[in-house]
């Protein structure tokens, strides 16, 4: 190993610990409303709309001399941001399990993608490339501060209570996606009212996820604290620190078998929570209104699936309540491609589908992961497992953007996502886990 770390501190420590736990679980709190609010329910059709104001008579817009269709620009920022995250997330963290200071780089990445979303209120007229570069920093922001966040957890939880805090953070996040998306609903529906255009009152949404980030992340970066490290290797330029983790991982070849299957089902759960606004507004022809409530029902829904998942996980064990996951949303999603137009009533049962879902196949995936990583690696390693997060996946908007582009029919491109979540399941079902954390040289819990 590079060096040592503690995972799991002394009985004496307990109540620091649980208050490093509430510090944490605070910053899915602040972060999440951009995933849900921007990612998910406004800047995608918002985006979609500002560039088709700018589109050609033939609906192209061409960002630096490129024709692309007005309606695949959104699907295309979301993978362009994954060459950015590439480039910076394994470089990053290798110098955090390097020196042991993650809270400042933690503050820097936080930050820097508050404030593109803040920036995101001036995202009007045709101005679609400022939305797509703004979009790019802030979800590459966002990614390398989850990472960074992510590696907390094997320090801050012990191996049996991993399951329960992972999902815990993952509700505190839904929680308050659920309660900004409500005063979004508030505002948005009743713009007129207070005096606002709808295009106002998207962009002070957006602008809103911004500050909410900002000001939350205050309570973790006090709470968190750094562990002392001894000095590692210095950390090699993006693509050549990710080849070297990656070549690290081949040591752990369990991990990194758990890795790809990760990698592969959740690229189409990043693509379905990215690009389901798009396809009701686009292809069911429902209202802002009927997305952002079909959203929070998403969210209330995965607060209560969240914490449900991860008690199932200790009945059942983490991978197999995952697989149950990916087969509720295979059904899910190939229900969707059968939806009938202007009939919001069926998009909330798909909602509900997803919500129960969401949480919990994400949370437990996490803990999951956490104890295949080998000590003093954390950071590192999440920064492979956060190329494919929240939003970052490349694969599945690509695969979403150019189905649309070829087709024209969003239908086909949502109904192409469900192959991310058949292959999944099998190269998960076929991953030792147990021998798996024993080869990382981690204690194994009794249910996993």
């Known amino acids: 190993m590079g060096h ?4 799991t501190p002394p009985a004496d420590g307990a109540a620091a610990l649980r208050r490093e736990q509430r510090g944490w679980y605070v910053y899915d709190w602040a972060c999440s409303v951009y995933s849900t609010s921007v990612l998910t329910v406004f ?14 008579a033939d609906g192209y817009v061409h960002p630096l001399g490129v024709p692309v269709r007005a309606g695949s620009f ?4 979301v993978s362009l941001s994954v060459i950015v995250a ?4 394994p470089l990053v963290g290798a110098a955090a399990d390097r020196t042991g200071r993650k809270k400042p780089l933690l503050a820097a990445a936080a930050y820097t993608g508050a404030t593109a979303t803040t920036a995101m209120f001036f995202l009007d007229g045709d101005r679609y490339l400022l939305g797509g570069v703004l979009l790019i920093v802030a979800n590459a922001a966002q990614s390398v501060a ?5 590696s907390y957890l094997p320090q801050i939880a012990p191996p049996e209570r991993r399951d329960a805090v992972s999902s815990r953070g993952w509700a505190f996040g839904y929680a ?3 309660l900004v998306l409500v ?3 508030v505002l948005y529906t009743g713009h007129e009212g207070f005096g606002l255009s709808e295009s106002a009152a998207v962009r002070i949404c957006l602008a809103s996820a911004g500050l909410w980030w900002g000001a939350f992340a205050l309570v973790p970066l006090r709470r968190l604290r750094d562990r002392r490290t001894a000095v590692r290797e210095a950390a090699l330029p993006g693509f050549r620190q990710l080849a070297a983790t990656v070549r690290d991982m081949r040591r752990h070849p369990l991990t990194l078998a758990f890795l790809l ?5 959740n690229d189409g759960i990043q693509t379905v929570i990215s690009q389901a606004s798009v396809y009701g507004s686009e292809e069911l022809g429902l209202g802002q209104s009927t997305l952002i409530g079909a959203v929070l029902l998403v969210q209330v829904l995965a607060v209560a699936g969240a914490l449900t998942m991860g008690r199932l996980a200790r009945v059942y064990g983490a991978k197999r309540t995952i697989l149950g996951s990916l087969v509720a949303w295979t059904v899910t999603l190939a229900a969707g491609y059968f939806l009938p137009a202007g009939a919001p009533g069926w998009f909330f049962v798909l909602a509900a589908g997803i919500g129960l879902v969401l949480g919990g196949s994400q949370a437990l995936s996490r803990s999951l992961f956490s104890h295949l990583v080998p000590a003093g690696k954390e950071a590192e390693y999440f920064a492979a497992y956060e190329v494919s997060d929240r939003g970052m996946s490349w694969l599945g908007p690509l695969l979403f953007g150019v189905t649309y582009q070829l087709t024209g029919s969003y239908r086909d491109a949502i109904i192409s996502l469900v192959a991310f979540f058949v292959l999944g399941f099998g190269l998960l079902a076929r991953v030792p886990v147990r021998r798996a954390i024993t080869e990382a040289g981690n204690p194994v819990p009794e249910r996993i």
């Open 146 to 150: 989850m990472m960074l966040y992510n």
């Open 176 to 178: 308050a996606g659920s």
């Open 43 to 56: 800047l995608g059709p918002y985006l979609t709309s500002v560039a088709k104001s700018a589109a050609d």
């Open 261 to 265: 299957a990760y990698l592969v089902y």
């Open 74 to 77: 959104f699907a295309y920022s």
């Open 4 to 7: 040592d770390t503690v995972r």
């Open 86 to 89: 590439v480039l910076v997330l």
């Open 183 to 185: 005063a979004n609903l």
